[in-house]
């Protein structure tokens, strides 16, 4: 089974569906989407590195080889929609638009972390961006992710809700019963399931019965389909697709984006559930920051200089956040017992 | 200038590895999220990935070293332009830069040090609740059951304001499966009271999410014990976010629904959950008695900012009370109330527990013995200023409960007395309790399991040494 290079929108597995059709960037696009991916990995990478160093610690997921999908899905929002995830959350924060130090902060668990570090890396927020969190319980954020289209519906505006979501996390109950609640009321909702072949250590062909998870909502008539969450054109195209129909009021969609991690599940994983070869070929072959990069430099929308200076800019960047995360004090006491009621 | 690479730990509580092999060879290309190395410790071998490109110019640590520190440079990167005479004349600034950007263990006074295990934690807040309000004299009093009272109570906030909904099994059309919704739907329509399907966790963590967007809703369970499926999504969803989102997110809504024993219906629908939520620092838990302040609570209750818990009780539904006829009735959360003044003993209870303490009041006073009967209304925040305030005036009190002992309210209470009033005791608290039994469905066992009016006045009565 070769998930990330599936192209089909298979609705049933011996009908296949051909998938929104992608279309081609812009040079802005193309090179927007670079910048972000590209911070997003440079983000993680540099994570990784303070994890390593003891800045960091307890659980921490970089977004690693998935950052086409999150930065393909927000290209697709406007102001006012909202978005909500699981744990792996670096890169949508970063792709909503949130200042890298107060993300870098929040997970060496400092004063100016984005949750004044009461959160760290699974648990941040931010209202003014839409971003409904950072949850830490497997599939939690999917009826979150519902009542937030909810609350769309309730009040009457064209706000559509991103709810992220795992292949794991997809065999949880609680998000069956929001399909079924989503559907019935007609919520704007996109249920964005990323499946990067594992939950952890078990991969999805020995967890699910159904593997073909853009499937998981046709007994609730919810529309689904496979994406290659590996060209962040393609995601483009199928969230606006997906986007459009929850606007228009028609009831959520279901995307199944195909995807990888590169890094284990979280920092501490001894990676025996697969190969390093399965790893090297997603990588060498399919990796979704390089595609865009032969892209932009095929159709000379950028030459090599002008990458370096980007690839330069998001290292600053990066770095400036590390150097802010590192040196930021830790949350005065005083902050123990505020926040627990408003 | 070139970069070092560190030994990273796999875990925060790593403090060295074994460089077990170097998969690159110096002189060699590396492109960032290249594998370079293998660390191994006692639990697992790890793959090091380089986080930056250039040139792999020196390998300080050979292949097969053990225990290598973590931080410890374990080979330098040339960045383009550099060759291996950069590394000489470079090499101590780098590894200055390293340890300034990057503190190793060792060089950790670099980062402002945890200090919190020789910071005391600061004091918990005090959480001071006002008086009830005053009921202006000649107030119309109007005789009306707490089912009515609590529909009053959310249709009055409806009223008020748009942002207040009611979801929940058969609130709407079947007007409530203990008739607590009744003439809303007729009223606010079905955008507003809203039949779910049967999905407690789904529609639990939905009306939270729709809570964490700002609007005001009401989720109703059939019951509390239909809650457990759903307590995933209270607790770790509505009464943690605002904490973890360091005050930027929180929700403001009330789950309520009959809890505790109703009668004959055994084990899985007879649970009281009192205890269970109490202990969560996030949530409030109410749990009125009396038509009046089931309406003043659970009106309060719906404005609150914060998640609350609302735990009512079928047996108390039908019960008429005298509800003062005011435009607003509001009464605030977290102050208790004497029900019946008294000297001799302090009788501490809420919901259903009422009953029992108010009867043993009436027999204790037939034996000359005044006790004062507290009615804690609201569970969390705990009025611990009025228990204490009794206990002092008289040395001795019993808590009943209908929830099971252990880790019970009956133990908090006693605590609190002990804490503040063990000077005062004349005798250790007394608590009765339900029996630590699954509820039985046979009429004698049930009742055997639940506290009766006779066990609280012998423990009262005891606790009086008579
Ligand atoms: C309810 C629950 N069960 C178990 C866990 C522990 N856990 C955290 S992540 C995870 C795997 C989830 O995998 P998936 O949904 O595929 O998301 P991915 O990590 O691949 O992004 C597990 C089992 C949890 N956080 N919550
Ligand atoms: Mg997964």
Same mark, same amino acid.
């Given at each position: 089974?070769?998930?990330?290079?599936?192209?089909?929108?298979?609705?049933?597995?011996?009908?296949?569906?051909?998938?929104?059709?992608?279309?081609?960037?812009?040079?802005?696009?193309?090179?927007?989407?670079?910048?972000?991916?590209?911070?997003? !990995?440079?983000?993680?990478?540099?994570?990784?590195?303070?994890?390593?160093?003891?800045?960091?610690?307890?659980?921490?997921?970089?977004?690693?080889?998935?950052?086409?999908?999150?930065?393909?899905?927000?290209?697709?929002?406007?102001?006012?929609?909202?978005?909500?995830?699981?744990?792996?959350?670096?890169?949508?924060?970063?792709?909503?638009?949130?200042?890298?130090?107060?993300?870098?902060?929040?997970?060496?668990?400092?004063?100016?972390?984005?949750?004044?570090?009461?959160?760290?890396?699974?648990?941040?927020?931010?209202?003014?961006?839409?971003?409904?969190?950072?949850?830490?319980?497997?599939?939690?954020?999917?009826?979150?992710?519902?009542?937030?289209?909810?609350?769309?519906?309730?009040?009457?505006?064209?706000?559509?809700?991103?709810?992220?979501?795992?292949?794991?996390?997809?065999?949880?109950?609680?998000?069956?019963?929001?399909?079924?609640?989503?559907?019935?009321?007609?919520?704007?909702?996109?249920?964005?399931?990323?499946?990067?072949?594992?939950?952890?250590?078990?991969?999805?062909? !020995?967890?699910?019965?159904?593997?073909?998870?853009?499937?998981?909502?046709?007994?609730?008539?919810?529309?689904?389909?496979?994406?290659?969450?590996?060209?962040?054109?393609?995601?483009?195209?199928?969230?606006?697709?997906?986007?459009?129909?929850?606007?228009?009021?028609?009831?959520?969609?279901?995307?199944?984006?195909?995807?990888?991690?590169?890094?284990?599940?979280?920092?501490?994983?001894?990676?025996?559930?697969?190969? !390093?070869?399965?790893?090297?070929?997603?990588?060498?072959?399919?990796?979704?920051?390089?595609?865009?990069?032969? !892209?932009?430099?095929?159709?000379?929308?950028?030459?090599?200089?002008?990458?370096?200076?980007?690839?330069?800019?998001?290292?600053?960047?990066?770095?400036?956040?590390?150097?802010?995360?590192?040196?930021?004090?830790?949350?005065?006491?005083?902050?123990?017992?505020?926040?627990?009621?408003? | 200038?070139?970069?070092?690479?560190?030994?990273?730990?796999?875990?925060?509580?790593?403090?060295?590895?074994?460089?077990?092999?170097?998969?690159?060879?110096?002189?060699?290309?590396?492109?960032?999220?290249?594998?370079?190395?293998?660390?191994?410790?006692?639990?697992? *071998?790890?793959?090091?990935? /380089?986080?930056?490109?250039?040139?792999?110019?020196?390998?300080?640590?050979?292949?097969?070293?053990?225990?290598?520190?973590?931080?410890?440079?374990?080979?330098?990167?040339?960045?383009?332009?550099?060759?291996?005479?950069?590394?000489?004349?470079?090499?101590?600034?780098?590894?200055?830069?390293?340890?300034?950007?990057?503190?190793?263990?060792?060089?950790?006074?670099?980062?402002?040090?945890?200090?919190?295990?020789?910071?005391?934690?600061?004091?918990?807040?005090?959480?001071?609740?006002?008086?009830?309000?005053?009921?202006?004299?000649?107030?119309?009093?109007?005789?009306?059951?707490?089912?009515?009272?609590?529909?009053?109570?959310?249709?009055?906030?409806?009223?008020?304001?748009?942002?207040?909904?009611?979801?929940?099994?058969?609130? /709407?059309?079947?007007?409530?499966?203990?008739?607590?919704?009744?003439?809303?739907?007729?009223?606010?329509?079905?955008?507003?009271?809203?039949?779910?399907?049967?999905?407690?966790?789904?529609?639990?963590?939905?009306?939270?999410?729709?809570?964490?967007?700002?609007?005001?809703?009401?989720?109703?369970?059939?019951?509390?014990?239909?809650?457990?499926?759903?307590?995933?999504?209270?607790?770790?969803?509505?009464?943690? *976010?605002?904490?973890?989102?360091?005050?930027?997110?929180?929700?403001?809504?009330?789950?309520?629904?009959?809890?505790?024993? /109703?009668?004959?219906?055994?084990?899985?629908?007879?649970?009281?959950?009192?205890?269970?939520?109490?202990?969560?620092?996030?949530?409030?838990?109410?749990?009125?008695?009396?038509?009046?302040?089931?309406?003043?609570?659970?009106?309060?209750?719906?404005?609150?900012?914060?998640?609350?818990?609302?735990?009512?009780?079928?047996?108390?539904?039908?019960?008429?009370?005298?509800?003062?006829?005011?435009?607003?009735?509001?009464?605030?959360?977290?102050?208790?109330?004497?029900?019946?003044?008294?000297?001799?003993?302090?009788?501490?209870?809420?919901?259903?527990?009422?009953?029992?303490?108010?009867?043993?009041?009436?027999?204790?006073?037939?034996?000359?013995?005044?006790?004062?009967?507290?009615?804690?209304?609201?569970?969390?925040?705990?009025?611990?200023? *009025?228990?204490?305030?009794?206990?002092?005036?008289?040395?001795?009190?019993? *808590?009943?409960?209908?929830?099971?002992?252990?880790?019970?309210?009956?133990?908090?209470?006693?605590?609190?007395?002990?804490?503040?009033?063990?000077?005062?005791?004349?005798?250790?608290?007394?608590?009765?309790?339900?029996?630590?039994?699954?509820?039985?469905? /046979?009429?004698?066992?049930?009742?055997?399991?639940?506290?009766?009016?006779?066990?609280?006045?012998?423990?009262?009565?005891?606790?009086?040494?008579?």
């Amino acid at each position: 089974m070769s998930a990330v290079k599936a192209k089909s929108n298979t609705q049933t597995s011996d009908d296949p569906a051909p998938s929104t059709p992608l279309i081609e960037f812009s040079k802005e696009q193309d090179l927007s989407a670079y910048q972000t991916m590209l911070t997003i !990995r440079r983000f993680e990478e540099k994570a990784g590195q303070m994890y390593g160093m003891g800045l960091i610690g307890g659980f921490c997921h970089l977004y690693i080889g998935q950052e086409a999908v999150v930065v393909g899905m927000q290209m697709a929002l406007k102001e006012g929609d909202q978005v909500i995830t699981g744990y792996r959350d670096h890169g949508h924060m970063i792709a909503c638009g949130l200042d890298p130090k107060g993300v870098m902060a929040e997970l060496t668990g400092r004063a100016h972390g984005l949750s004044k570090g009461k959160g760290g890396s699974m648990h941040m927020f931010s209202k003014e961006k839409g971003f409904y969190g950072g949850h830490g319980i497997v599939g939690a954020q999917v009826p979150l992710g519902t009542g937030l289209a909810f609350a769309n519906r309730y009040r009457g505006n064209d706000n559509v809700t991103l709810a992220y979501f795992g292949d794991g996390a997809a065999n949880q109950g609680q998000v069956y019963e929001s399909f079924n609640m989503a559907e019935l009321w007609k919520l704007p909702v996109v249920y964005v399931i990323e499946n990067n072949r594992y939950a952890m250590g078990t991969s999805s062909t !020995r967890s699910s019965a159904e593997t073909n998870l853009s499937r998981r909502g046709l007994s609730f008539k919810i529309p689904g389909e496979q994406v290659d969450g590996m060209d962040v054109r393609a995601v483009k195209a199928a969230a606006d697709k997906a986007v459009a129909w929850c606007r228009a009021g028609k009831g959520p969609y279901i995307l199944e984006m195909l995807t990888y991690r590169y890094r284990g599940h979280s920092m501490s994983d001894p990676a025996k559930y697969r190969t !390093r070869e399965e790893v090297d070929k997603v990588r060498t072959s399919h990796d979704p920051i390089d595609m865009v990069r032969q !892209r932009v430099l095929d159709k000379k929308f950028a030459k090599e200089e002008d990458l370096k200076k980007i690839d330069a800019s998001v290292r600053d960047l990066v770095n400036e956040a590390a150097e802010f995360a590192t040196h930021d004090p830790e949350p005065d006491v005083s902050e123990l017992f505020t926040d627990i009621y408003r | 200038m070139p970069t070092n690479i560190l030994m990273p730990a796999l875990s925060p509580t790593m403090e060295k590895g074994n460089l077990a092999k170097w998969l690159k060879k110096e002189g060699d290309a590396i492109k960032s999220g290249d594998i370079i190395a293998e660390i191994e410790t006692d639990k697992a *071998t790890m793959e090091v990935e /380089a986080s930056d490109e250039g040139t792999l110019g020196k390998i300080l640590v050979a292949e097969g070293t053990q225990d290598v520190a973590v931080n410890t440079p374990i080979a330098v990167i040339l960045n383009d332009g550099e060759n291996a005479s950069s590394i000489k004349a470079e090499q101590p600034a780098a590894s200055q830069k390293a340890a300034e950007s990057a503190p190793p263990a060792a060089a950790k006074a670099e980062v402002p040090a945890p200090k919190a295990d020789k910071t005391p934690a600061p004091q918990a807040p005090v959480v001071e609740a006002a008086n009830d309000p005053d009921i202006p004299e000649g107030t119309e009093m109007v005789t009306m059951t707490m089912r009515e009272a609590l529909r009053d109570a959310m249709a009055e906030e409806m009223r008020r304001d748009g942002d207040v909904f009611v979801m929940g099994e058969e609130v /709407a059309e079947y007007q409530g499966a203990y008739k607590v919704t009744q003439g809303l739907l007729q009223e606010f329509g079905d955008k507003r009271v809203i039949d779910t399907p049967i999905t407690e966790h789904g529609f639990a963590g939905l009306g939270t999410g729709a809570a964490l967007a700002g609007l005001k809703p009401i989720v109703e369970f059939m019951t509390f014990n239909f809650a457990m499926q759903a307590i995933d999504q209270i607790i770790n969803s509505a009464a943690k *976010t605002l904490y973890m989102s360091g005050g930027q997110m929180g929700c403001s809504i009330v789950f309520r629904g009959p809890n505790g024993a /109703a009668s004959r219906v055994a084990a899985q629908h007879s649970q009281d959950y009192a205890s269970w939520y109490s202990n969560i620092p996030g949530l409030r838990v109410i749990s009125p008695s009396t038509a009046a302040d089931a309406k003043g609570l659970l009106k309060a209750a719906i404005r609150d900012p914060n998640p609350v818990i609302f735990l009512e009780n079928e047996m108390l539904y039908g019960h008429s009370g005298q509800v003062p006829k005011l435009d607003d009735f509001v009464l605030p959360i977290g102050k208790a109330k004497i029900a019946r003044a008294g000297k001799d003993v302090t009788i501490i209870s809420w919901s259903n527990g009422m009953n029992y303490a108010l009867k043993a009041a009436d027999e204790l006073a037939k034996d000359g013995i005044e006790a004062e009967v507290i009615d804690l209304r609201t569970l969390k925040p705990m009025d611990t200023d *009025t228990i204490i305030a009794s206990v002092k005036k008289t040395g001795r009190a019993v *808590t009943v409960e209908e929830g099971w002992a252990q880790s019970g309210v009956g133990a908090e209470i006693a605590m609190r007395i002990m804490e503040h009033a063990f000077d005062y005791l004349d005798a250790p608290v007394a608590r009765i309790t339900g029996k630590e039994v699954p509820m039985p469905y /046979a009429a004698n066992l049930e009742k055997l399991a639940l506290p009766s009016v006779a066990e609280v006045v012998e423990a009262a009565k005891s606790v009086c040494y008579r």
